[in-house]
C-alpha cells in the first residue's frame, strides 16, 4: 500500500521492522488531538511490505514524495538511513544515528530526539542525580544517545559495555571525538560488577527485559543502593531489573519518560509546537494500562 497525503492534515509516519505493536501513532495522535491539529501517524513496517533495511532510501523518498511532513525511523534503520538525507543536526551527526526526519520541500534533514529525550526524562525523572560515573549498557542507538545524553549533562565518565567489544569501542571514539578524550570509557560487558562496584548510575540500553526478552540484564548481586538505574525499555514499564534495583533501595528511572520527551521533540520538530509532555506521560501511562504516577515538577512543554 503506497502512502498518500492529506492536504488538510499534518501526516507522518514511522519506519522500521516490526513495529506493529508500536505506541506511537497513538501517543502522537492523542497529543496532536489535544492541541487542535489534524494529524495522522502511519506505520511503515519492513516486515509487513516484505523489504529489508536496505530498502529505506525508497521508503524515505516514497514518503517525502507523498507529501508527508517527516517520519521517524526506528531499528534496523537509525544509522542505513544516513546516506539518504540531505543534512544532519549537529547531534545526530556526532551521535551516528537518526530517529526523526523532517522534510523541508525537496531535503530531508535529520535529527536525534533519543538523546534529548533521555535528557529531559533524567532530569525531570531523577533530579539531582549524581553523574561522577555512569554505566552504559548497550553500544547501540539508543545507547549512543543515553551516552551523549549524559555526557552532555556533565557526567564526569561514562563507562560503555556491550556484549560487542568493537562496537563499545566505537561508540567511545565518537564520544571522544564530540567531548574530547578521557571522558568515555569501553569495558567488557564481563566487567559490569567492577564497573557498577565504582558507579553513581547504570543506564541499561539493550533489549534484556522487554516482554519477548525477559530477564535481568545483569546478575541482581552487582547492584547496590548507592546506584540509580534507568532503563529505555518502557514495555513493560516496570521491567525486572528495576524490580530488583528498587527492591535494594535504588532510585529508578522507567523508559516510559524517554519515550514520551522523544516523541514529544519529534512532534515539535514536525509541527513546530509544544506539546504538554506531562499530558502526553498519562497518555502513555494509559497505553501501557499503568497506574497513574506523580507528575515530575518541571515546565512540561517540549521544545
Same mark, same amino acid.
Given at each position: 500500500?503506497?502512502?498518500?497525503?492529506?492536504?488538510?492534515?499534518?501526516?507522518?509516519?514511522?519506519? +522500521?521492522?516490526?513495529?506493529?505493536?508500536?505506541?506511537?501513532?497513538?501517543?502522537?495522535?492523542?497529543?496532536?488531538?489535544?492541541?487542535?491539529?489534524?494529524?495522522?501517524?502511519?506505520?511503515?513496517?519492513?516486515?509487513?511490505?516484505? &523489504?529489508?533495511?536496505?530498502?529505506?532510501?525508497?521508503?524515505?523518498?516514497?514518503?517525502?514524495?507523498?507529501?508527508?511532513? $517527516?517520519?521517524?525511523? #526506528?531499528?534496523?534503520?537509525?544509522?542505513? *538511513?544516513?546516506?539518504?538525507?540531505?543534512?544532519?543536526?549537529?547531534?545526530?551527526? =556526532?551521535?551516528?544515528?537518526?530517529?526523526?526526519?523532517?522534510?523541508?520541500?525537496?531535503?530531508? !534533514?535529520?535529527?536525534?530526539?533519543?538523546?534529548?529525550?533521555?535528557? /529531559?526524562? &533524567?532530569? #525531570?525523572?531523577?533530579?539531582?542525580?549524581?553523574?561522577?560515573?555512569?554505566?552504559?549498557?548497550?553500544? $547501540? +542507538? @539508543?545507547?549512543? =544517545? /543515553?551516552?551523549?545524553?549524559?555526557?552532555?549533562?556533565?557526567?564526569?565518565?561514562?563507562?560503555? !559495555?556491550?556484549?560487542? +567489544?568493537?562496537?563499545?569501542?566505537? !561508540?567511545?571514539?565518537?564520544?571522544?571525538?564530540?567531548?574530547?578524550?578521557?571522558?568515555?570509557?569501553?569495558? =567488557?560487558?564481563?566487567?559490569?560488577?567492577?564497573?557498577?562496584?565504582?558507579?553513581? +548510575?547504570?543506564?541499561?540500553?539493550?533489549?534484556?527485559?522487554?516482554?519477548?526478552?525477559?530477564?535481568?540484564?545483569?546478575?541482581?548481586?552487582?547492584?547496590?543502593?548507592?546506584?540509580?538505574?534507568?532503563? *529505555?525499555?518502557?514495555?513493560?514499564?516496570?521491567?525486572?531489573?528495576?524490580?530488583?534495583?528498587?527492591? *535494594?533501595?535504588?532510585?529508578?528511572?522507567?523508559?516510559?519518560?524517554?519515550?514520551?520527551?522523544?516523541?514529544?521533540?519529534?512532534?515539535?520538530?514536525?509541527?513546530?509546537?509544544?506539546?504538554?509532555?506531562?499530558?502526553?506521560?498519562?497518555?502513555?501511562?494509559?497505553?501501557?494500562?499503568?497506574? @497513574?504516577?506523580?507528575?515530575?515538577?518541571?515546565?512540561?512543554?517540549?521544545?
Amino acid at each position: 500500500m503506497r502512502l498518500l497525503a492529506d492536504p488538510d492534515t499534518v501526516h507522518v509516519g514511522l519506519i +522500521g521492522a516490526g513495529i506493529g505493536p508500536s505506541l506511537s501513532p497513538a501517543l502522537h495522535e492523542r497529543e496532536a488531538r489535544a492541541l487542535g491539529l489534524a494529524y495522522r501517524y502511519t506505520l511503515v513496517d519492513l516486515d509487513v511490505r516484505g &523489504l529489508g533495511p536496505a530498502d529505506v532510501g525508497d521508503l524515505l523518498a516514497e514518503a517525502r514524495d507523498a507529501g508527508l511532513r $517527516g517520519v521517524n525511523v #526506528t531499528h534496523p534503520v537509525k544509522q542505513r *538511513i544516513l546516506p539518504h538525507l540531505d543534512a544532519l543536526s549537529p547531534d545526530a551527526a =556526532a551521535i551516528g544515528a537518526v530517529n526523526t526526519v523532517v522534510f523541508d520541500g525537496d531535503r530531508s !534533514l535529520g535529527h536525534n530526539t533519543d538523546w534529548s529525550g533521555f535528557a /529531559a526524562a &533524567l532530569r #525531570t525523572g531523577l533530579p539531582g542525580a549524581a553523574l561522577g560515573r555512569v554505566a552504559v549498557l548497550g553500544a $547501540g +542507538g @539508543a545507547g549512543a =544517545a /543515553a551516552a551523549h545524553a549524559l555526557l552532555t549533562a556533565g557526567a564526569g565518565a561514562v563507562d560503555v !559495555l556491550d556484549v560487542d +567489544g568493537d562496537r563499545a569501542r566505537e !561508540l567511545v571514539a565518537r564520544l571522544d571525538t564530540t567531548f574530547g578524550p578521557g571522558r568515555a570509557h569501553a569495558a =567488557a560487558a564481563a566487567a559490569i560488577g567492577d564497573v557498577l562496584a565504582a558507579a553513581d +548510575g547504570l543506564v541499561h540500553a539493550t533489549p534484556t527485559g522487554m516482554a519477548d526478552h525477559p530477564g535481568l540484564p545483569v546478575p541482581a548481586t552487582v547492584l547496590h543502593p548507592r546506584l540509580w538505574v534507568a532503563e *529505555i525499555v518502557y514495555r513493560p514499564l516496570r521491567t525486572a531489573l528495576l524490580e530488583a534495583a528498587a527492591g *535494594i533501595g535504588c532510585p529508578t528511572l522507567d523508559g516510559g519518560l524517554m519515550a514520551v520527551h522523544q516523541a514529544a521533540d519529534a512532534l515539535h520538530l514536525f509541527t513546530g509546537l509544544a506539546p504538554d509532555t506531562a499530558r502526553m506521560r498519562r497518555h502513555l501511562l494509559e497505553l501501557v494500562g499503568a497506574p @497513574a504516577q506523580p507528575t515530575p515538577r518541571e515546565d512540561h512543554r517540549a521544545g
